[in-house]
């Protein structure tokens, strides 16, 4: 590969080595914060909101950083080779799926700056020299930049030549028609319907798919199928919307209540289902994917494990979650002592108001006696700031919230 910069002498590639050599074993922390930093300066948020695509990001954050410092240490002060893994390629496939290109990555110099910023620190640790120190700050910069500016170029005509590909597909042609619909583009039905082989008139209800490593993406269309028997339907619209992701829409007027659902998926199903409310026609094909979509995030928002999830399930969590600091403070106000007692306590809780505070019934729906129920609530209103009668709508979402945290 050409050289842009003279080759450094002994005393900075030594010193090279050895920092990369230092760094690497805080590469995983170092490409967490290059990560975030990216997806705080980001303009574009469909990246951030979205949990595949976020998780592509952060992948490829991470294959970057590493390529580099191993190649640093293996040919300290030479021109680096772009990064090509099957991890970036598999991002720039889902950013083509989307729609995207380079330019929406506007963010990745922010990420380039923080691991620009931990190098010279490391630097300066290194050596305290000043002309070697001015040498070896010389070379890395060459270095660094002309790396990811060889990786960003290789990733575009990567994306370029996926979008090539997938122009001659008919998921394009559907992605491009969603896309319209869900931007409220004007478009007839009848073409819309035409080009996606779908009915836009009646019910949908959306439903979004996913997986959290690319291994697990070939349970994704047996998945598909057994939502769509949840549903009651006999047919689907599917949209290829990553290499771990899909989104659907089913012509019925039923969301499957997840107990429902997971006996089909299988306790062992690593496949993970965000349902969007029912909607009526257009108008209502759009709002329930962005139902969806919105449940989806909450979950990767929260960090939560639980696998299956309803847009009304999750409906005021979504705006409390919008502000995680306020969610947090939110929480620890409405809940004082309660929310770190055991789960089976603020079950309890959360059951009773349910229930229209009624402790028999309360008992019958958790197989516990009254007695015990009432003993429960009468140790939770210890634990509250407030007795529950007098907050039981901010006791209710705080567990709710919790509830999805945690998983369950």
């Known amino acids: 590969m050409e050289e842009l910069w003279p080759a450094p002498d002994e005393r900075v590639r030594a010193l090279l080595r050895t920092i990369a050599e230092g760094v690497l074993p805080a590469s995983d922390e170092l490409a967490e914060e290059v990560f975030s930093a990216a997806q705080l300066g980001t303009p574009f948020r469909f990246i951030v909101d979205d949990p595949v695509l976020a998780t592509g990001d952060r992948r490829m954050s991470r294959a970057y950083l590493v390529h ?5 240490m293996h040919e300290p002060g030479r021109r680096v080779p772009p990064c ?6 598999r991002f720039g496939r889902d950013l083509a799926r989307r729609g995207m290109d380079i330019g929406d990555l506007g963010s990745w110099r922010g990420g380039q700056r923080v691991a620009w910023r931990r190098w010279v620190e490391a630097c300066f640790a290194a050596t305290a020299d000043h002309e070697l120190l001015r040498r070896l700050i010389e070379v890395s910069g060459h270095s660094m930049t002309t790396f990811v500016d060889d990786s960003i170029a290789a990733l575009a005509a990567h994306i370029e030549a996926e979008r090539t590909d997938l122009a001659r597909s008919a998921n ?10 869900l931007e409220g583009a004007p478009i007839s039905r009848a073409r819309a319907e035409s080009r996606l082989g779908y009915a836009l008139t009646g019910e949908h209800v959306a439903a979004v798919i996913w997986v959290d490593t690319d291994e697990d993406a070939g349970a994704l269309e047996q998945a598909a199928e057994q939502v769509m028997r949840a549903c009651g339907a006999d047919r689907r619209l599917t949209l290829i919307a990553s290499t771990a992701a899909l989104w659907l829409w089913f012509p019925t007027a039923t969301a499957p209540q997840p107990a429902v659902l997971q006996p089909l998926l299988g306790e062992s199903s690593r496949v993970r289902v965000a349902l969007g409310r029912p909607g009526r026609d257009i108008d209502g094909f759009r709002r329930t994917h962005l139902d969806a979509t919105t449940a989806q995030r909450v979950l990767a928002r929260l960090g939560s494990e639980r696998r299956i999830v309803r847009y009304e399930d999750v409906q005021l969590v979504a705006a409390l979650s919008a502000d995680m600091s306020q969610a947090e403070q939110f929480v620890a106000d409405s809940l004082g002592d309660l929310a770190a007692a055991d789960a089976v306590l603020r079950e309890t809780v959360l059951t009773y108001v349910r229930e229209r505070f009624n402790a028999t019934s309360t008992a019958e729906r958790l197989f516990t006696h009254r007695n015990t129920i009432e003993r429960r609530l009468s140790r939770a209103d210890r634990l509250l700031p407030q007795p529950l009668v007098d907050n039981a709508v901010s006791v209710v979402a705080a567990l709710m ?4 945290r945690e998983g369950r």
């Open 84 to 89: 090509v893994d099957p991890e970036t390629l």
């Open 401 to 404: 919230y919790l509830q999805l």
């Open 68 to 72: 580099w410092l191993t190649a640093t």
């Open 172 to 181: 394009a042609e559907r992605q491009a028609t969603v896309q319209l619909l």
